[in-house]
């Protein structure tokens, strides 16, 4: 199905659990697209070397700013010239994130969530080691649009934001094929992480459960998502996400019988170990989750001390 839609993958390796990320090229009128970067570090940038020796780049699109998907995009521009477009949220996003004003908050945060200062500062260290993987950033050409038409190889792709895993990320879907490039947006073997990172969107949870559920309406038929193998089947995936979601929020509820800090809350529903990088990202997702209750007027959020605690409405 790649090969008919002329649009190769390149899957560029990730030094964590999840352990690589789908990038694209694809062949167009003037020269080539490229479908997101991979992480800025020595063994990425030898692999786009390899890749787009001979070729005219004229394109990059960034799915959205997390750094696996737009990490290397500075580089790669200065490397080929390409024009680089991605939404305008998910580019003020990857300026913003990793600056040493952002950073110097988390730690506040942190405490506010009930993290023991120790954990937190870890937290703090991992995040700042991030930095490099995404330095030089990407000099943001055009601004990708809600419905906005893209060549992507042998067909045109509507651009459809869908906000949740990030606020501007966007997939790609084109109707005549009913094929979607889906980011993160659906996964096959994963689901998304869904995280408040302490910036954007107040309740990514329900967000991305809309989305999710806007996307249903197209029922696409083969899925090319960013991390895992092509699936058939869009709805079938995105059912199951969404009762994993389900599940997770009575937990989550359940968690907070009594009143809880966030971290209290993590240590109930993620019971089994985890390196710190993967403690951002569980905490992340324990405030999304609970936030998203709270949206929804099923549990209440009072500060004491220096802490926020979730309790029963
Ligand atoms: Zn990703």
Sequence with gaps: MLEQLAITPIKVDLPFRLNHVNCFMAEGENGWTII????????????????????????????????????????????????????????????????????????????????????????????????????????????????????????????????????????????????????????????????????????????????????KKLDAQYVIPSHGKPFYGANKRIDEIIAHHDERLAETKKAIQEESTVYEVFKRLFEWELTIHETRFAVGETLAHLEYLRHAGECRREKKGNEWIYLPK
């Excluded at 990490?71 to 477009?85: D, N, P």
């Excluded at 038409?149 to 651009?159: F, L």
């Excluded at 910036?199 to 989305?211: F, R, V």
């Design 36 to 215: 997101d970067a991979g992480l800025n570090n020595a063994y990425t940038a030898k692999l786009w070397e390899e890749q787009i020796e001979g070729k005219e780049i004229t394109d990059l699109f960034i799915t959205h700013y997390h750094p696996d998907h737009f990490g290397y995009a500075g580089s790669l521009q200065q490397k080929t010239g390409a024009q680089v477009s991605m939404s305008k949220i998910d580019a003020d996003a990857g300026f913003n994130a990793w600056t040493d004003e952002f950073i110097g908050t988390l730690l506040g945060n942190y405490e506010l969530s009930g993290i023991p200062d120790a954990i937190g500062r870890q937290m703090m260290e991992n995040t700042d080691t991030f930095k490099s993987l995404i330095m030089p950033t990407p000099r943001v050409d055009h601004f990708f649009v809600e419905g906005e038409k893209v060549p992507i190889g042998r067909y045109e792709y509507e651009v459809i934001l869908t906000p949740g895993h990030s606020e501007g990320m966007v997939c790609f879907y084109n109707d005549e094929t009913k094929v979607l490039l889906s980011a993160d947006h659906i996964l096959p073997r994963i689901t998304p992480n869904i995280s408040y990172w302490y910036h954007g969107d107040d309740n990514p949870l329900k967000s991305y459960l809309t989305s999710l559920k806007d996307m």
